[in-house]
Structures are given as structure tokens and as C-alpha cells.
């Protein structure tokens, strides 16, 4: 027997005895026990008196639950009820008292029967009942009460990071489809006064729904429907719902009612399916077992599963739908899909063209690509293609049609589209000598994909993470710590996506010119950038030090996840197909992210800078970002400018630009204080992912 045999057994001896604590929790849930002693502590004796029970039974009850912390035990021997603990209350505004008695009670039995589940694939309730359950709740109205209770407290967790984590702006019309008794759609209208609401699901959820709903104030705009969504959804609707209902249901049963929203969709609505996913790889987190956990549940109950995104996906096309995003919502993750277009859309007549966005490709793209001899070659033929030019004019205000068209051409490939583009592709990744002209390929493919690169570029925004440009944060913050001192600071980027680059001090970074050299960060980084500098002394030549840094944090409108793959691939599809060093460095960036996990926040830099950065502690600020600006708007420039300002009045902000203009990245640093921004400086001239710097700022101590 090794050393650690008997540690092994007593936790393999704790998991095996765990389920001791969801009955203990149940019996509490079930005779109301947090409810007696929300008002103050009360004796064992006491509570089993007014509880109906045996005082001793109760009193040792009493004590299992204070060893779970539900519970806690004064010196006089009374018990009282722990914040965890109000959480059994009937009354508390996140109560999970339903969700404890459904568990204890109804799936209790059911999952004693998990052997013959994963013996048969049948699940335990169907073979009990010989359907998926609903039924029984229509024949047993106690049941029904419990389990849309239940299902309201689960929700409840979950709808307030849903409306978080989604726009609804320009939503008018939301259905949602099997919402129960409309938890998570109340949510949604009293968040969005101007929208109304459509509720579909079986009559016995829906006698639930007109109570809640009408306590929340929101019945007056919803519409209840009764009905079985395998046989209909409601038409009309501009965002339809799908909230933990997928998982419920076999592949065959799941793909028949997304094919029942996809008729009735509009072409331009959208479908938004809320579900947890199954990671590509497990672990023993927490999370992971909540998931798998689940899992299991969906086996033994309704016969379902939970899904990985890739087979989500899968189910998603197979249905005509195609999902152009997933974003995080706290343990829940949102897929937004669009119905797939039932005929080709090569007969649209094609727009005026917008002379821009050929100069785009025909000038911006030699100074652009310089580095991309495959990019320059297809940006001269797409100038002449007004079919191509077309697609690229479907990118958003303020997103480079040129950018955004490259990246949905090379993000389509990496999804594993078939065709002779996606070979070559692969073959310069792999730094094979390409004997064939791409450019054929190129055109081809655009058109045989034309819809789906459409898709992808009307509904998505730039998002880069490009490990090189942290060379411009560096030299920016040396600059400050030579002119300002090097009081520590926190430091904060804008526009940070999925967080690379906020492990910039973390990044090994070799500085090499003509007659001189130096380096800095950890020789162990996996992460290697080598610039080649030119022009006058930098910071670094100076002997300058970096401020220290006690926070950091990065804020960005849509923060990605590097754990999905298909973030990484739509980072991965803004860096040229050709550019293998930056591929190598992209995917050195993602595993030291991994290692290394940084904060990462939801926000509206426009909008919401002053009040993020109330929660950090420095009263001094550094705000970075990296080819920002050209994402947005005069206006929203101007908003961000006021915002900076603002937050100025009561604190020492610096502000590092590297931004795109004039033909050249563009490395700025000014100051602002009491409410101003003082002289901001051009400290130096470079190639956008840092590859050549030149210092033009003379400077001084």
C-alpha cells in the first residue's frame, strides 16, 4: 500500500457517503426549517414542536446541517440559520428551496436507477412512466407546482447573466420557446421596457406564468401560448429562445424542434440557444462536474444530453441554422443563430459600389500587408472583383471592410470548409513552397461561400489580439517611469478581447538595431517577439525603469474565451494566412493565457470607464490600447475622450495609444490630471505588430 493510499480512500470514502447531504438538505427544504428560524435562533425542542417531528431526530438533523454550514450552534445549545443557508427560505429573492425539494423528492428515486440507464441508454424515467414526464406533470397539479418552481429558482441564477451578456437593443418581439413560467423572458422585458414578449410552453407551465409575470409587472406585454413546440412556434418573433431546453432531447428529438423555430423564423431573425457546455477536455473543477453532473441528470430524466459547442453546432446546420457568435453568461454559454438561406444569394443585384472600399484594397493594402506578399496578391485582384467588393461592404460601421473580409475568408477555412483554398491555406501554415497561384482558388471559394462569409462579416467586429503590439505598451510605460518616476500604477487596457496581451510583462522581448540591443521579460517566456529598433536613445538605453504594477485589467464590449475553439479561430483568422511567426506567437500567447488567467470585464469603454475603474485601488492609472480608435466613431472617440477626462479629476492617468495613421503605427503617451489632458507626445513610429520601432521623441530625465 503506497503513502497515499489512505488519503485516497477517505476522499474516494467522502464522495462514495456525499449523497448523506442532499437528503439532510432536502428533509430541511421540506419541513421548512430555514423559514422557522429566519427570525432568530430557537432551541431543537422548540422547532420540533412547531415543526410536527421528534425533538432528538431533529437535533442531530440540526447538527449534520451545521457541518455543511447551513446551519450554526450558539453555546447554549440553540440553532440559527447561516447566509447559506436563507438561501431554503421560501421568501429570499434567489431561493433554491423548491429546486432542494424537487431534488430530494422526485429525482431522488430516479437516480437510484442510473445502472440501467448507462446499461440500456434508457433513461430511468422513461422507462418508469414510459414518456419523457410531462405528461405526469399535466395528471399531478402538487408536481407540476414544484417542478415550475424549481425551474424558476434554477433560472433565476442564470437570466440576470443572460440579459448581461446579450444586446437586445433593436429586439422588439422575444419568444421564448418551452420558457416555463417565464422567468427568464420577465427578466428580459423588465430590462428592455420596449420590447413584448411571446411565452410558448404546455398548459400546465403557463398557469404559472400569469401569476409571475403579472408579479413582475410585465404581463401586459407578453402573450401566453399554449401549445407543443414539436408541433409549432410561434411566427412573428425577431429573437426566439431556447433556454436549457436543447439538452432536454436526443439529437433527432433536438434537431426536429430547432427545424420547428427555423420555420418560423424570418430570414432576419435570430435564435438564441442558452445552454452549459461540455468542455473538449475535462477536468475535476468545480465547473466541469456541474456540467457532467448534469449530464448524467439529462440521461437518467428526459433522455437528453449535454453537448459540446462543435456538436452544438453540428445540430444547429443540420437544422438550417448557423450560430455567428457564443458568448459567456456565467455557467451558461449563448449561441446566436440565423436561419440559413433556402436559395442562393448570387441573384441579389449587387449595390453601388463605394469607391472607399476598392481604395481600401487597391492603396491601404501595399503599406497594410507589407509583410503578406499572399495578402497584397488577393487584395489586387479583390479591387477588381465587385462581387467581392460587395461582400466586404456588409462589414458594421467602423470595422475595415478590407480586415474584415480576409478574416471571414481565412476564419471559414479554419472551420474546415472543403475546397482547394483551404489545402493551400494549410500548406503555407506549414511554411510548404506554394507552386500554384492562390488567386483562382481565392475568388472561387468566395463565391461558392458566399453566404456564409456574408454572415460572418455582417455580424461580426474585429478582434485582435496580436502579442507583438505589446512592444508599444512597453516602451510606453518605460517612457512614463524615466519622465513621471516609477510610483507604482494600475494598469488597465481597452479593447483587450480575450486578454493576450495583459500578460505583456510576461512576454520575452529581444530589442535589436544597428549598434545596440537589450532585452527584457522572462527567458523562460514562451511567448519570443524580436523588434528591430532604429532612430533616437530609447527609454531603455536610458536605464529606465517600469512602474510597478499592483492590478490589472482588461475591459472590452465583447470579451472572448480562449477555451472556445472557435475564439481562437476567429482570432487566429486576423493574422495573414501567410504570417507563420505570428501564428507560432499567437499560439505561444494562448498557452501562457491558459498558465496564466488575467481579469478580464464586460464594459462599454465609451460608457462605463469611470465607473469600472471606482473598484481599483491605485491613484495612479495607465490606459493602453492597441488599434482601438479605428474601430469607432468620431462620437464614440469623443465619448471615451470625456470619460477619460472624467476620471482624471481625482487621479494621475496616463494614457498609451498605439494606433494605426499616417501609414504607420503610431506609439503616443500623454497625461491628464484635475479633470484635463495634459501635452501628449509621439514617442515613436513602427509596423503594427511590432516587428521595427523608430524613436523620434528626444526626451529628457
Known amino acids: 500500500m503506497t503513502d497515499d493510499a489512505p488519503t485516497d480512500a477517505a476522499r474516494l470514502l467522502a464522495l462514495i457517503n456525499a449523497s448523506w447531504i442532499s437528503q439532510a438538505i432536502y428533509v430541511a427544504a421540506e419541513l421548512g426549517l430555514a423559514d422557522r428560524l429566519a427570525s432568530g435562533e430557537q432551541l431543537a425542542e422548540q422547532l420540533a414542536e412547531q415543526l410536527g417531528a421528534d425533538a432528538g431526530a431533529l437535533h442531530r438533523l440540526l447538527r449534520a446541517l451545521v457541518t455543511i454550514d447551513v446551519c450554526r450552534e450558539s453555546e447554549g445549545g440553540a440553532f440559527c440559520i447561516t447566509r447559506m443557508g436563507r438561501l431554503l427560505t421560501s421568501d429570499h429573492g434567489r431561493s433554491l428551496r423548491a429546486w432542494a425539494r424537487w431534488w430530494g423528492g422526485h429525482l431522488w428515486p430516479v437516480w437510484g436507477d442510473l445502472l440501467n440507464s448507462v446499461k440500456t441508454g434508457i433513461s430511468a424515467r422513461q422507462r418508469a412512466s414510459g414518456g419523457d414526464g410531462a405528461e405526469a406533470l399535466e395528471r399531478d397539479s402538487a408536481a407540476a407546482e414544484l417542478f415550475h418552481q424549481a425551474m424558476g429558482q434554477l433560472t433565476r441564477v442564470e437570466a440576470e447573466e443572460v440579459v448581461r451578456a446579450y444586446s437586445f437593443e433593436g429586439v422588439t418581439t422575444v419568444v421564448d420557446v418551452g420558457g416555463g413560467r417565464g422567468e427568464l423572458l420577465g427578466c428580459i422585458l423588465e430590462a428592455n421596457p420596449a420590447c413584448r414578449g411571446v411565452l410558448l410552453d404546455r398548459p400546465h407551465a403557463l398557469a404559472r406564468a400569469e401569476q409571475h409575470l403579472r408579479s413582475v409587472g410585465v404581463r401586459d406585454r407578453c402573450d401566453l401560448v399554449a401549445g407543443d413546440f414539436f408541433e409549432d412556434v410561434p411566427r412573428g ?97 449563448l449561441l446566436e443563430a440565423r436561419p440559413l438561406p433556402t436559395a ?81 491555406y494549410a500548406d503555407i501554415a506549414r511554411r510548404k513552397p506554394i507552386e500554384r497561384d492562390p488567386t483562382p482558388h481565392f475568388v472561387d471559394f468566395c463565391l461558392a461561400h458566399e453566404d456564409e462569409l456574408r454572415r460572418v462579416i455582417s455580424t461580426s467586429r474585429i478582434q485582435t489580439n496580436e502579442p507583438g503590439r505589446a512592444v508599444y505598451v512597453r516602451l510606453g510605460l518605460e517612457w512614463i517611469g524615466l519622465r513621471f518616476g516609477s510610483d ?214
Not at 255 to 262: E, I
Not at 400 to 406: G, I, L, N, T, W
Request: contains cysteine.
Open 344 to 424: 442562393p444569394s448570387r441573384g441579389i443585384p449587387l449595390r453601388p459600389l463605394d469607391p472607399a472600399i476598392a481604395s481600401e484594397f487597391e492603396t491601404k493594402a501595399p503599406k497594410l500587408y507589407a509583410h503578406s506578399a499572399l495578402y497584397r496578391g488577393l487584395a489586387r485582384r479583390v479591387a477588381t472583383e465587385p462581387r467581392l467588393l460587395d461582400i466586404a461592404a456588409d462589414a458594421q460601421p467602423g470595422q475595415s471592410p478590407m480586415a474584415m473580409f480576409f478574416a471571414a475568408v481565412h476564419f471559414v477555412v479554419l472551420r474546415g470548409a472543403a475546397h482547394p483554398l483551404s489545402t493551400i
Open 488 to 701: 507604482a500604477v494600475a494598469y488597465v487596457e481597452l479593447g483587450a478581447s480575450a486578454g493576450l496581451n495583459l500578460n505583456w510583462d510576461r512576454f520575452l522581448m529581444r530589442f535589436e538595431g544597428e549598434d545596440r540591443g537589450w532585452k527584457r521579460g522572462p527567458e523562460s517566456s514562451p511567448v519570443r517577439i524580436d523588434c528591430s529598433v532604429s532612430g533616437l536613445e530609447f527609454p531603455a538605453e536610458r536605464g529606465a525603469t517600469l512602474p510597478p504594477m499592483t492590478e490589472r485589467l482588461g475591459l472590452d464590449i465583447d470579451p472572448l474565451d480562449i477555451e472556445r475553439s472557435t475564439t481562437r479561430e476567429w482570432l487566429r483568422s486576423f493574422i495573414w494566412a501567410d504570417d507563420c511567426d505570428r501564428l507560432s506567437g499567437f499560439d505561444s500567447a494562448i498557452t501562457l493565457l491558459r498558465n496564466t488567467p488575467v481579469p478580464l470585464m464586460k464594459a462599454d469603454v465609451t460608457r462605463d470607464l469611470v465607473e469600472v475603474c471606482r473598484g481599483l485601488r491605485s491613484t495612479r492609472l495607465v490606459i493602453a490600447h492597441t488599434f482601438l480608435t479605428s474601430q469607432l466613431t468620431a462620437a464614440h472617440r469623443e465619448a471615451m475622450n470625456q470619460q477619460l477626462q472624467a476620471l482624471c479629476k481625482d487621479r494621475e492617468v496616463f494614457r498609451i495609444g498605439a494606433e494605426w495613421s499616417n501609414g504607420a503605427t503610431e506609439l503616443r503617451v500623454g497625461r491628464l490630471r484635475h479633470g484635463h489632458p495634459e501635452d501628449e507626445v509621439l514617442l515613436a513610429t513602427g509596423e503594427p505588430h511590432g516587428r521595427s520601432i523608430r524613436w523620434v521623441h528626444p526626451g529628457s530625465r
Open 237 to 333: 418573433g425577431d429573437l426566439y429562445i431556447l433556454k436549457s431546453v436543447v439538452h432536454d432531447w436526443n439529437d433527432e428529438r433536438a434537431s426536429c424542434l430547432l427545424q420547428r423555430c427555423r420555420r418560423a423564423m424570418s430570414p432576419a431573425a435570430r435564435l438564441l440557444i442558452v445552454e452549459r457546455l461540455l468542455p473538449e477536455r475535462l477536468t475535476n473543477s468545480t465547473r466541469d462536474r456541474a456540467i457532467v453532473q448534469s449530464d448524467l441528470h439529462m440521461l437518467i430524466g428526459p433522455g437528453g444530453l449535454e453537448r459540446s459547442e462543435s456538436e452544438l453546432l453540428r445540430l444547429t446546420e443540420r437544422a438550417g441554422l448557423r450560430v455567428d457568435r457564443v458568448l459567456p453568461a456565467g455557467v451558461v454559454s
